[in-house]
């Protein structure tokens, strides 16, 4: 079972830019997709973005153009760089990791506020 550890989170103006990493405990080659979701207060969790082994993504209809999501099979990482923040991408966000067959393993969160 993996074990996922968010990192990067914080406090940033509208319009600035953080970059979310993920560092997983095994390899995550093994995992066919990983992806980011975020909870926001007195909200359901929602997915963020999503990339593939082969380095497929998908996005957020409000995430795209302002988020990136990238992958490092070597480093075991996930980031998630975002741009251009707006106080609605406040949240908790989660590193998730879906293993096919298995099922999802989730990181414990890091807090995102977007506020001046």
Not at 1 to 29: D, F, H, N, Y
Not at 46 to 57: G, L, M, R, S
Request: glycine content about 10%; hydrophobic content about 35%; some cysteine.
């Amino acid at each position: 079972q993996v074990r996922l550890m968010e990192s990067g989170g914080g406090l940033e103006q509208p319009g600035g830019s953080l970059r979310l990493s993920c560092t997983a405990s095994r390899k995550i080659i093994d995992y066919s997709v990983m992806a980011w979701h975020r909870q926001a207060p007195g909200k359901q969790r929602e997915f963020v973005a999503a990339i593939t082994t082969t380095n497929i993504t998908n996005y957020l209809d409000a995430a795209k153009g302002r988020f990136t999501i990238s992958r490092d099979n070597v480093k075991n990482t996930l980031d998630l760089q975002m741009n251009n923040l707006k106080p609605e991408d406040t949240g908790l966000y989660y590193c998730k990791a879906h293993q096919f067959g298995v099922g999802d393993f989730w990181g414990q969160g890091i807090q995102v506020t977007v506020s001046s």
